[in-house]
Nanobody, 126 residues
């Protein structure tokens, strides 16, 4: 399985921006769909965005559409989640995950992904 490490989380004021990174351990990264998920305290983990292996197909949950942008650089084995116009309800632990040969045809579901990072905390105070 792919080893993934997230970074870039932190404390940001409402309306601010953060860019999360998800770096993989192996060159096989280029064959995997990458999904971004988040989990707030007391809530289930939810899928918020995905990108297919080539970067040509993306999907977003309604809650982040127009504010978040997913991208990837296969040469750097890294996927990104640019988060703009952050709101207090975006506060959560953010995870990236990988799915072999996934096509990103819909907003990702956690059960479909087998390789997970450790998560990075994003806090937007109210």
């Amino acid at each position: 399985q792919l080893q993934l490490v997230e970074s870039g989380g932190g404390l940001v004021q409402p309306g601010g921006s953060l860019r999360l990174s998800c770096t993989a351990s192996a060159i096989f990264f280029r064959y995997y769909e990458i999904g971004w998920f988040r989990q707030a305290p007391g809530k289930e983990r939810e899928g918020i965005s995905c990108i297919n292996s080539s970067g040509g197909n993306t999907n977003y949950a309604d809650s982040v559409k127009g504010r978040f942008t997913i991208s990837r650089d296969n040469a750097k084995r890294t996927a990104y989640l640019q988060m703009n116009s952050l709101k207090p309800e975006d506060t959560a632990v953010y995870y990236c995950a990988a799915k072999r040969a996934g096509l990103c045809t819909e907003v990702p579901g956690p059960s479909d992904f087998g390789s997970w990072g450790q998560g990075t905390q994003v806090t937007v105070p109210s």
